[in-house]
């Protein structure tokens, strides 16, 4: 099925550890985001691409970084994981800069303990 | 910046209902307005969305909003609500960048919980 496809579904990370979490969509959206959601705080942009080769922070990007090598891939990077970054990462794409709503994936549930 | 209030973080309901979910945000200019549900263990699905004409919109699986601009408001309703209905619903605003590209500023959501 099309859609916005992320891995892993699930991970536990220990302080200091680094991980990457994929994100790769087969619609073609020229549009991707990170957002972090957290209990009661609803989400929050970590970062978000415009196309390929071109990122940008959002409100949260403390802590993360991304990159954009293709069209279809926008992997998010944790370097030195904290016990704030325990969270459900969302992937999201759209097509018009997210005029029409974002189509988002399935999301990463992350502890750092 | 545009802010979206989600006054009711809980919900309980009886199946068959009615569910009204509060959804304010605070600008003053054109606002595109939308509500995401996110069913347990699942993504954020587009539950319905308003740009222009008609405030009252319908969305999938009997859900309606009204946009009510005098009162910076878009409320979810839904007639009569069924167990499948327990889930997570999202208001969110959709803010203009100077770049041409949009952000979504979310609510806290609402955890609606219905009871058979």
């Known amino acids: 099925n099309a859609g916005v496809t992320q891995t892993p579904k699930f991970r536990i990370l220990k302080i200091g550890q680094s991980m990457t979490l994929q994100c790769t969509q087969d619609?073609?959206?020229?549009?991707m985001y990170w957002y972090r959601q957290d209990p009661g705080m609803g989400l929050k942009l970590i970062y978000y691409?415009?196309?390929?080769?071109?990122?940008d922070k959002g409100e949260v990007p403390n802590g993360y970084n991304v990159s954009r090598s293709t069209t279809e891939d926008f992997p998010l990077r944790l370097e030195l994981a904290a016990p704030s970054q325990t969270s459900v990462y969302f992937c999201?794409?759209?097509?018009?800069?997210?005029?029409?709503?974002?189509?988002f994936g399935s999301g990463t549930r992350l502890t750092v303990v | 910046a545009q802010s979206v209030s989600q006054h009711n973080h809980h919900v309980i309901l009886s199946e068959a209902a009615s569910l009204e979910l509060g959804c304010n945000y605070s600008?003053?200019?054109?606002?595109?307005l939308f509500w995401y549900v996110q069913y347990p263990g699942q993504h954020l699905q587009l539950l319905l969305k308003y740009f222009s004409g008609d405030p009252l919109v319908k969305g999938i699986k009997g859900f309606e909003a009204e946009f009510i601009k005098s009162k910076f408001s878009f409320n979810l309703r839904k007639p009569s609500v069924q167990w499948s209905d327990t889930a997570e619903y999202f208001c969110?605003?959709?803010?203009?960048?100077?770049?041409?590209?949009?952000?979504?500023?979310f609510g806290t959501g609402t955890r609606l919980k219905v009871l058979a």
């Open positions: 969110a605003v959709k803010e203009s960048e100077a770049s041409g590209t949009y952000k979504y500023i």
């Open positions: 600008y003053g200019g054109t606002v595109n």
């Open positions: 691409s415009v196309g390929a080769g071109i990122t």
């Open positions: 619609m073609n959206h020229n549009y």
């Open positions: 999201a794409s759209s097509e018009t800069g997210g005029y029409y709503g974002y189509t």
